[in-house]
Each structure stands twice: as C-alpha cells, then as structure tokens.
C-alpha cells in the first residue's frame, strides 16, 4: 500500500522560504513521478513541480520557476520543495503526489492540470504568507 506524507508548511512573511517534505512508502520501483500541487481557497488545484524520479528530471510550473526548486532527499521517496522569495499569492495547501508509471510525459501532462494521473495523494500541508 503506497502512503503519501506531506510536511512543513506553516506561516512565513513576504520574501521569506519554506521547504516542504514528502515520503512516499511503498512505492514498489523508480517507475514514478512525484509531484508538488496547491490549492487556494476558492481555486481549482494546480500543478506545481514534478520529478521524474528515474533520471531526475525536473518540471516547474511558471508561477513558481526561479523561485521553487523540486529535489530528492536523503531518505528513501523523499520529495523536497524549496520555496523562495515568497509571495502573498502563494498561500494554499500544498499537496504532494506520486504516480506509478508516469515519467516525463507524466509529468508534462499533469502540471498544466489538476493531476488527474496521480494515483496517490497526501492530506496537504497549509503554506500561509503574510504581509
């Protein structure tokens, strides 16, 4: 059974960062993507980055490219994000997310939407900016 585990968010101010955490377990290869979405009040989910966990390509979404920056940790299925120079616009829940078999193209089709391919989702973790 694969489980996804988000954290880190909390409140930071304006231009401030943040590093989100993800592990995924029991995910059964490298044959996956993972992927960071939001949410805002009143907003449909979007994508954020993606990581093709094979060869370690990576993809942005533009309201966030320069800013965030999508990496492996240390341990095993750890998804990290970066966040910097934080904006009042980036206030969600953030959710992060795996997909079997979805690579490259996983990835570049599921960004521009609310991820439909993903098969398995963490409960999020709000992300607040205050000004």
């Known amino acids: 059974e694969v489980e996804v585990v988000e954290s880190g968010g909390e409140v930071v101010p304006v231009g401030g960062s943040l590093r989100l955490t993800c592990i995924a377990s029991?995910?059964?290869?490298?044959?996956?993507?993972m992927a960071w979405f939001r949410q805002a009040p009143g907003k449909e989910r979007e994508g954020v980055s993606c990581?093709?966990?094979?060869?370690?390509?990576?993809y942005y979404t533009d309201p966030v490219k320069g800013r965030f920056t999508v990496s492996r940790g240390n341990g095993k299925n750890t998804l990290i994000l970066q966040m910097n120079s934080l904006k009042p616009e980036d206030t969600a829940m953030y959710y992060c997310?795996?997909?079997?078999?979805?690579?490259?193209?996983?990835?570049?089709?599921?960004?521009?939407?609310?991820?439909?391919?993903?098969?398995?989702w963490g409960r999020g973790t709000q992300v607040t900016v205050s000004t």
């Open positions: 029991g995910l059964p290869n490298d044959e996956y993507a």
């Open positions: 997310a795996a997909g079997y078999r979805l690579g490259r193209i996983g990835c570049t089709s599921n960004l521009d939407s609310p991820g439909p391919d993903f098969g398995y």
């Open positions: 990581l093709a966990w094979k060869d370690g390509q990576t």
